[in-house]
């Protein structure tokens, strides 16, 4: 007996896939599935966050829908996956409202945080507020720098508490001592795997969409969202960096580090969610969790309004529109931060310790 219908289901799946293997080729789910003879929660957990979505095995198995035995293994996985959001997330209480209403509560917090930062504004100066500032520390003029690093810091330190707690209770959950998770060469193993997007290829041909004409579109707009973000975070962490050891203060000319890296960032940003989100309305129906939608387009649609607001500020941050827009991109971003443990950001994040458990199996069979 399994914790919920759909790991029930799963169950039967990969059972059913046990015995047939044609599909061992296409990602690493199948070889992973083929080391056990019976599956617990944390097993099925596993390989849900194992399976990338591509499409592939659907289109190959002689099983698929309309056949009796009902096989759809996408789908099944990508229920179990969502659902293991919230049976890890910490606290728990969060993961069940925001999968329902995920779009509506990241906007509702970024519109309240940028209204309380426009509030604390112009109750202070209505000048300062709609005032042309430049130059070094022209931000602070809107909220003062500590204000601002404990406000942000805090959300920060929240998120990174719990998204350690979900990875504690996901790792423990599929059989692993927590020691294990350090283990050097497999962390390197799911590294390089996660960086190349290895299993997203459906077996080298690409995911499969609308038409089961397979192409790496998804794959590149994964590419672009990803390391979009990992520039925009090195921006964040450079410029904190000139802030506390070099006494130099935001906003910096165009051609330094922090704005170059923000810059490139940004478009990435841009690119990947926006493709991302065009690329979902294209698949087929049969391979994706529509009943979740809000939680995917929510994080989404999050990642893109971080860029939007961050470039447009990078623009017109000599203008009097610096003041609105900052209080905006402020608001989108502690959005961003405090929905994380609870969203679709904590998908990477299982996805790479899958990945580094996977490498741990392969390693020691």
């Known amino acids: 007996m399994h914790g919920t219908r759909i790991l029930e289901e799963a169950d039967r799946l990969m059972t059913v896939c046990n015995s ?8 690493a789910v199948f070889p992973a599935m083929e080391m056990r003879r019976a599956f617990s929660d944390g097993d099925l957990n596993y390989l849900a966050n194992l399976c990338h979505g591509c499409g592939a095995c659907y289109t190959d198995c002689q099983f698929s829908p309309p056949h009796q035995f009902n096989v759809n293994v996408p789908k099944v996985l990508a229920i179990a ?3 293991s959001y919230a049976a890890y997330a910490w606290p728990a209480a969060f993961s069940g409202a925001f999968a329902r209403n995920g779009l509506a509560i990241s906007i509702i917090a970024s519109l309240s945080v940028a209204l309380f930062i426009f509030g604390f504004a112009a109750f202070n100066d209505r000048q300062v507020l709609f005032g042309v500032h430049t130059g070094p520390g022209s931000f602070y003029r809107l909220m003062p720098h500590n204000a601002m690093a404990a406000l942000f810091g805090g959300v920060f330190l929240y998120a990174i508490v719990a998204l350690a707690m ?11 001592p927590i020691g294990m998770l350090a283990e050097p060469r497999p962390l390197w193993q799911a590294m390089k795997d996660a ?6 290829d459906g077996g080298g041909v690409g995911c499969v969409n609308e038409d089961e004409r397979p192409n790496d579109r998804r794959k590149i707009y994964h590419h672009f969202t990803f390391y979009g973000f990992a520039l925009c975070f090195a921006s964040t962490c450079v410029a904190t960096l000139y802030h506390y050891l070099l006494a130099r203060e935001a906003p910096y000319p165009w051609w330094d580090l922090p704005v170059a890296l923000g810059t490139l960032g940004g478009i990435g940003l841009l690119i990947g969610p926006a493709g991302l989100l065009a690329e979902r309305w294209k698949r087929d129906p049969d391979l994706v969790d529509r009943q979740r939608t809000g939680m995917d387009v929510a994080f989404i649609a999050m990642l893109f309004m971080t ?7 990078l623009l017109l941050r000599d203008t009097a529109a610096m003041g609105p827009l900052l209080a905006l991109h402020l608001g989108v971003v502690f959005a961003l931060f405090i929905t994380m443990p609870s ?18 199996e392969r390693q020691h069979p």
């Open 343 to 360: 969203g679709k950001f904590v998908h990477g994040i299982y996805r790479y310790v899958a990945l580094v458990r996977y490498a741990q």
């Open 81 to 83: 996956r969502a659902e």
């Open 166 to 176: 979900g990875v504690r209770a996901f790792w423990r959950d599929i059989g692993e």
């Open 20 to 27: 047939c293997r044609y599909c061992e080729g296409l990602c």
């Open 195 to 200: 960086t190349r997007l290895r299993y997203l």
């Open 307 to 313: 860029s939007l607001t961050g470039m447009a500020l």
